[in-house]
């Protein structure tokens, strides 16, 4: 495996779903630090321009023009820090599945509520072909997922500050076996990583 692949202050950060709770921390964050940050983000929930009004940014991309931006702009950008809440943001015919213990206000295109038990869903759904399952804003469903085996990856972006209170991805134990794949870090000591679990 080779060093940790440094980022330079020329390099593009994308977050997608930056305008979100935790996408604007992140972005208030690099922003900050003077790294150049491109939200990708639809702003149409209220005031959600609002978390990231004080932020230097690069760029604001709607997602559905994200695709189209990365075709002009992808040789500069480092790394895409995904928050966005469905799976694609540059897909908008992609299946959606979304575990809630409260009734959907509003219908998306292509979305299934899952009925009964979520393990045993995505084990099925993981002898299907096609592309990643990806689970977006659920730290209780993805410690579920990890608990019965069935995350074979994970993204994480580790910001350089410790928190004492609030919840915890790993309150549960750590899987005993992750293999680095990727790592990026940036000079204000941000981490991108991802990890294989490994049986």
């Known amino acids: 495996m080779s060093a940790v692949q440094n980022l330079s202050g020329d390099d593009l ?14 972005v208030l964050d690099l922003a900050e630090a003077g790294w150049r940050v491109v939200v990708s983000d639809l702003l149409r929930s209220g005031g959600k321009w609002r978390n990231i009004a004080r932020a ?27 928050m966005g809440a469905v799976s694609s943001t540059t897909e908008i015919d992609v299946d959606k599945f979304v575990a809630t213990s409260t009734p959907l206000t509003q219908t998306w295109a292509n979305t299934t509520v899952i009925e009964g ?31 019965d085996g069935l995350v074979d ?19 549960e134990g750590v899987p005993s076996r992750l293999t680095l794949t990727r790592h990026l870090a940036s000079p204000a000591g941000y981490l991108l990583l991802d990890l294989q679990l490994d049986g």
């Open 153 to 171: 990856e994970l993204r994480l972006a580790i910001a350089p500050v410790l928190h004492l209170r609030g919840r915890k991805l790993f309150d």
């Open 56 to 82: 230097l940014l690069y760029d604001v991309v709607r997602p559905d023009m994200l695709l189209e931006w990365l075709s002009r702009h992808g040789d500069k950008v480092a790394a895409v820090i995904h």
């Open 13 to 26: 950060l994308v977050v997608t779903g930056g305008a979100g709770f935790i996408g604007s921390h992140i």
């Open 117 to 147: 038990s979520v393990p045993e869903f995505v084990a099925q759904l993981k002898q299907q072909p096609g592309g990643d399952i990806g689970v977006h804003g659920s730290i209780a469903l993805t410690q579920s997922l990890l608990r």
